[in-house]
């Protein structure tokens, strides 16, 4: 538990308060919702597997209850951690302050290398719903080599560009990714079923594949906790950001499954890619291809993670935005021995004292950068 008291280990300045870890505070609310929902979801891809292993109504009962037990209570801590530590070292700034300099060190090795490995996903699956307009993309050859090579060059420019950049480009890919389902459940509409919702046989359901849908769609709320320093008023934008990407997460899964099995039921082949079919039957060719386009699903049924063309790029920019915010921490604090004697200190005034006492030289050297200029009243008081 953090004491009331706990401090910063540098206190701000009124400059560093304006600055985050490198740059200006530069991310608003509605850029930051929208990197939180592709984070985290990124539409209804990835959902179908869940209707095939429990049926209509126990999905959307585990849609609308899930989050409930899991993704709010997760969303509130993420909330309170982030605007308590509002860095980008995020989940490792908790896990230092909580259990030392080790474990701080472990969790973010394990985040990188898990980052390094989901970011993998991303050009393949781009390379996956392209297919469809380009099929040279099917086959093993330099062709698809040079794209996933090149896309993945491409998004890095992006995400190197700043969280403006990938902001912007993650409003644009929510626009794009909702919209075809917008016209989708209008179109269902008129044609509901709803005796197609009731249907459950409890003695049929795949339990270790629903749950693992349900998990894998509503975690990973914490990841924004690595982008808070860049964030404008976190106090106030992080949890006014998070509230709203839970509401629209939880809509975003709801809407087009209830629309859909209202008309089509169970009796369809639900897997991934299914809401093309769907988008056939209500609207025709012309909204099929709309789906395709914004939502053809991963070709991974194991790594359910936003499986559109627009979402896998967003779902790239903004994980990659969160990795790499990650290491500028970790570099910020220059060598393990370093970060050991600072960082892993309680985070109170009485340890401040005594790390500014034995390390000041050395430690404003590295965390300036970081910090802002730390002004000398700050150093009086805490002295």
């Known amino acids: 538990m953090i004491h009331q008291e706990s401090v910063p280990l540098l ?70 951690l982030a605007t308590a530590f509002p860095e980008n070292s995020g989940y490792v700034a908790w896990v230092t302050a909580a259990f030392g300099p080790f474990w701080g060190f472990q969790e973010g090795l394990w985040s990188w290398l898990s980052g390094v490995t989901d970011n993998s996903l991303y050009p393949v699956m781009l390379a996956a719903n392209l297919q469809i307009f380009f099929p040279q993309l099917q086959e093993t050859g330099w062709i698809r080599n040079v794209f996933l090579v090149g896309m993945c060059f491409f998004l890095s420019w992006l995400n190197y560009r700043g969280l403006t950049v990938v902001g912007l480009t993650a409003v644009t890919s929510g626009l794009l990714v909702l919209s075809p389902f917008i016209v989708l459940i209008a179109l269902c509409l008129p044609q509901m079923q709803w005796s197609n919702l009731v249907q459950m046989d409890l003695k049929s359901v795949d339990w270790p594949t629903f749950l ?35 509401l629209l997460v939880v809509l ?28 056939d039957t209500v609207g025709g060719r012309g909204l099929a291809l709309w789906v395709v386009a914004a939502a053809a699903a991963s070709q991974n049924s194991d790594m359910r993670r936003p499986g559109s063309l627009a979402a896998a790029v967003a779902a790239t920019l903004a994980t990659a935005a969160a990795e790499k915010r990650l290491k500028q921490y970790d ?7 370093e970060r050991e004697r600072t960082i892993g200190l309680p985070l109170t005034k009485e340890s401040l004292a005594r790390a500014k006492e034995e390390h000041r030289h050395r430690m404003m050297d590295a965390v300036r950068p970081v910090y802002g200029r730390v002004g000398e009243e700050s150093d009086d008081d805490a002295e």
């Not at 808070?228 to 934008?237: F, L, N, Q, S």
């Not at 570099?331 to 021995?337: D, I, L, N, Q």
């Open 331 to 337: 570099r910020s604090r220059g060598v393990k021995e």
């Open 252 to 279: 975003a899964y709801v809407l087009p499954l209830v629309a859909s099995l209202g008309v089509l039921g169970v009796g369809g082949d639900w897997e991934l890619g299914y809401f093309a079919t769907v988008a």
């Open 11 to 80: 206190p701000d300045s009124p400059k560093g308060q304006k600055r985050g870890h490198g740059g200006l505070r530069q991310v608003t609310l509605i850029p930051l919702i929208t990197i939180i929902f592709f984070e985290v979801s990124g539409g209804p891809f990835g959902t179908e597997d869940a209707v095939s292993a429990a049926g209509p109504l126990l999905t959307i009962l585990g849609f609308l209850i899930f989050p409930i037990v899991w993704s709010i209570p997760e969303a509130l801590i993420t909330a309170e």
């Open 212 to 246: 693992n849908v349900m998990f894998w769609n509503l975690n990973y709320w914490d990841g924004v906790s690595t982008l808070a320093g860049e964030v404008e008023a976190p106090a106030k934008t992080l949890p006014r950001a998070l509230l709203v990407a839970v």
